[in-house]
């Protein structure tokens, strides 16, 4: 499976943007790429997905790389509730589809 | 949106009994769930691949015999961690849903203590 590259940690200010890298040079055509949360003593939280293109949803955007070596999550005003760990993730298709979690993101918010 | 839910939540129990997690889709399908182990600040790590109607596919380094996994419905599997020790205590998370390019929905885990 493609590795990813996560900062360990990173640091906000609440109502401030946030952006999350990922580094994936390793990166297959086929691989999607995704990207979860956990927030403490609770299951991964689904942020959001995507192929090549840049996406949008109502938790955050995620902006991939022309290259799509790299990508970057988005959080637009970041909130006490976004601390979390924030995991990017690279899926294959196959009849071995799993995910595979690295140490990811700690995110800490500044009030 | 779909929904896991994992049961119990949390559980205490004394050495050498057998613990049995359940982990249901409650409003969809799933042919394929996993489950997974998170030890104190540590990432989770996939332990199993639990296919309906079939038997599950564990992960390098998982004892099968230890771990046992039943997934006879589309809307059910269960982990049995069989004559638990103070080691086997963990975060155990159980997600289901979706294939490669859908996302995974996981359940709120079961915090396992064995005195």
């Known amino acids: 499976d493609a590795k990813t590259t996560q900062p360990n940690s990173m640091e906000s200010n609440e109502e401030e943007p946030v952006h999350l890298p990922c580094n994936h040079s390793t990166i297959s055509g086929t691989d999607y790429i995704h990207w979860y949360r956990q927030l403490p003593s609770q299951g991964p939280e689904y942020v959001i997905h995507g192929l090549t293109s840049n996406v949008n949803n109502r938790m955050a955007s995620l902006a991939i790389a022309e290259d799509r070596k790299s990508s970057t999550l988005i959080l637009h005003r970041a909130t006490l509730r976004d601390a979390a760990v924030y995991y990017c993730i690279l899926s294959r298709g196959g009849s071995n589809y799993k995910l595979t979690f690295g140490k990811g993101t700690l995110l800490t918010v500044n009030p | 949106g779909a929904v896991v839910s994992q049961h119990p939540s949390w559980v205490i129990c004394k050495s050498g009994t057998s613990v049995k997690i359940e982990c249901r889709s409650l409003d969809f399908q799933a042919t394929t769930m996993f489950w997974y182990r998170q030890f104190p600040k540590q990432s989770l790590m996939l332990m199993a691949t639990?296919?309906?109607?079939?038997?599950?596919?564990?992960e390098q380094g998982v004892e099968k015999d230890k771990f046992l996994i039943n997934h006879a419905s589309l809307t059910l599997s269960t982990l049995t961690v069989t004559s638990a020790h103070p080691e086997d205590s963990s975060f155990y998370i159980c997600s289901a849903g979706g294939q490669f390019n859908q996302p995974q929905h996981f359940g709120d885990g079961t915090r396992l203590s064995i005195l």
């Open positions: 639990s296919n309906e109607g079939s038997k599950a596919t564990y």
